[in-house]
């Protein structure tokens, strides 16, 4: 079988892995850097933080269990400064595990087991999600308070400026296009997404609750996003009652 074939690009993207497993960093950056990749690594915590914050970074490959501060600890704080995209790694099985990661910022997850032909396709669709729109036609999208930046990928509530993760941009940019009207978990799925899930798959709910909370939203008493019952979600202009 073929590796995943490229994101077009004129540089290497720029790669950071953190992971205490040395030999595990060092295989996978030789891996990643003969397709595109221009890697480093960091080992621990603090050092991943002060890395992160030290210039952009195309993406982060995060491991749960690392010693000191766990990886948990270390996406909460990187999401105070930092959308960069995040997949995160664990060697633990629980969907729990995997909930809590979303949940708190990482745009997708990976267990350990995973073969490095697997890693570089999911790392490619992270990619492709965070920088398919920058072709767009029309540099922005409006529905009542909520301005969508095309370019900038900058996103408003009510003239306050929104962060969100590349997920969460592109879940609401997905509700966005077609406001007013219904998109099943499938559609949005097929619109955010570069392979094929499990409709099924929790990660969307968890997305459009975190999506919720940063835009001010109440899951009960929306004034954003409907849940429709059954059916799926919908994007609403607020003003318009």
Request: proline letters at 4%.
């Amino acid at each position: 079988m073929a590796d995943p074939p490229s994101v077009q690009t004129s540089e290497p993207m720029q790669l950071l892995i953190v992971d205490d497993d040395i030999k595990f960093c060092r295989l996978i950056s030789e891996y990643l850097s003969r397709h595109d990749f221009s890697v480093s690594f960091v080992h621990d915590g603090a050092q991943a933080l002060q890395t992160a914050a030290a210039k952009p970074w195309d993406a982060i490959i995060l491991d749960i269990m690392l010693p000191g501060m766990s990886g948990y600890e270390i996406l909460r704080k990187l999401r105070e400064f930092s959308n960069v995209p995040v997949l995160m790694l664990t060697a633990l099985s629980d969907e729990t595990d995997r909930i809590v990661g979303l949940e708190i910022g990482a745009d997708d997850y990976l267990p350990k087991s995973f073969s490095p032909r697997e890693l570089l396709a999911r790392l490619r669709a992270v990619l492709r999600r965070t920088t398919r729109t920058q072709a767009a036609s029309s540099n922005e999208i409006v529905v009542g308070c909520i301005q969508i930046d095309l370019l900038t990928r900058r996103v408003t509530v009510e003239g306050e400026t929104v962060t969100l993760t590349a997920v969460e941009y592109d879940l609401l940019l997905a509700l966005a296009q077609a406001p007013h009207r219904i998109r099943s978990r499938e559609q949005i799925l097929n619109d955010i997404r570069d392979r094929t899930y499990d409709i099924t798959d929790r990660s969307i709910d968890v997305h459009i609750s975190s999506l919720r909370k940063k835009m001010g939203d109440d899951a009960k008493n929306p004034r954003f996003i409907r849940t429709i019952r059954s059916a799926g979600y919908m994007l609403v202009d607020s003003s318009r009652g």
